[in-house]
T-cell receptor, first 113, second 112 residues
Framework: LAKTTQPISMDSYEGQEVNITCSHNNIATNDYITWYQQFPSQGPRFIIQGYKTKVTNEVASLFIPADRKSSTLSLPRVSLSDTAVYYCLVGPTGPGNNRKLIWGLGTSLAVNP | DVKVTQSSRYLVKRTGEKVFLECVQDMDHENMFWYRQDPGLGLRLIYFSYDVKMKEKGDIPEGYSVSREKKERFSLILESASTNQTSMYLC???????????FGSGTRLTVV
């Protein structure tokens, strides 16, 4: 099972770019990297998923180096509403593989005015 | 907007009661999941289902059972509620082979 390591907490200010790095040294060939965002008293929300290189959508970018042993979630120009816990998950997709996803404690991002 | 809907946001039940938590998704997803989330422990998988009438144990199935009679509905059952089952319960769904989870808003269950 691919275990992930990410910082427990981060602080930032409005308008800054925030990069949260996740380490996953024993990532397997068929594993994908997925990031979620969670606000208090809500379920996690899917942000982005990737396998290699760079993926970008309307809210974030995901950078994955060639060795895939780490990944970086990049949030451009954060606002106060981006204050949340961010989770990095590594695992295969497909039927029967879901139990192999391990949820860590995530990174608690605080965006200050 | 696609949705996973959990029947209750807050529940208070007595020890020994049988508790039903209902989850419905409108995305035609094959996979459905039940997690619980506790401070300092993160999300832990209780049960999941990748098809109607199919179920598989997750990491902490003891004291729980599930039912999936229809594709869109996945129920979590606490056979005899205990105080250590006080928690936030999260339902999620996903496509069979790609993409991430869509979660419901959660049910905060308190067992007294």
């Amino acid at each position: 099972l691919a275990k992930t390591t990410q910082p427990i907490s981060m602080d930032s200010y409005e308008g800054q770019e925030v990069n949260i790095t996740c380490s996953h040294n024993n990532i397997a060939t068929n594993d994908y990297i997925t990031w979620y965002q969670q606000f208090p008293s809500q379920g996690p929300r899917f942000i982005i998923q990737g396998y290699k290189t760079k993926v970008t959508n309307e809210v974030a970018s995901l950078f994955i180096p060639a060795d895939r042993k780490s990944s970086t979630l990049s949030l451009p120009r954060v606002s106060l509403s981006d204050t949340a816990v961010y989770y990095c998950l590594v695992g295969p997709t497909g039927p029967g593989n879901n139990r192999k996803l391990i949820w860590g404690l995530g990174t608690s991002l605080a965006v200050n005015p | 907007d696609v949705k996973v809907t959990q029947s209750s946001r807050y529940l208070v039940k007595r020890t020994g009661e049988k508790v039903f938590l209902e989850c419905v998704q409108d995305m035609d997803h094959e996979n459905m999941f039940w997690y619980r989330q506790d401070p300092g422990l993160g999300l832990r998988l209780i049960y999941f289902s990748y098809d109607v009438k199919m179920k598989e144990k997750g990491d902490i199935p003891e004291g729980y059972s599930v039912s999936r009679e229809k594709k869109e509905r996945f129920s979590l059952i606490l056979e005899s509620a205990s105080t250590n089952q006080t928690s936030m319960y999260l339902c999620a769904s996903s496509l069979r082979t790609r993409g991430g989870y869509t979660f419901g808003s959660g049910t905060r269950l308190t067992v007294v």
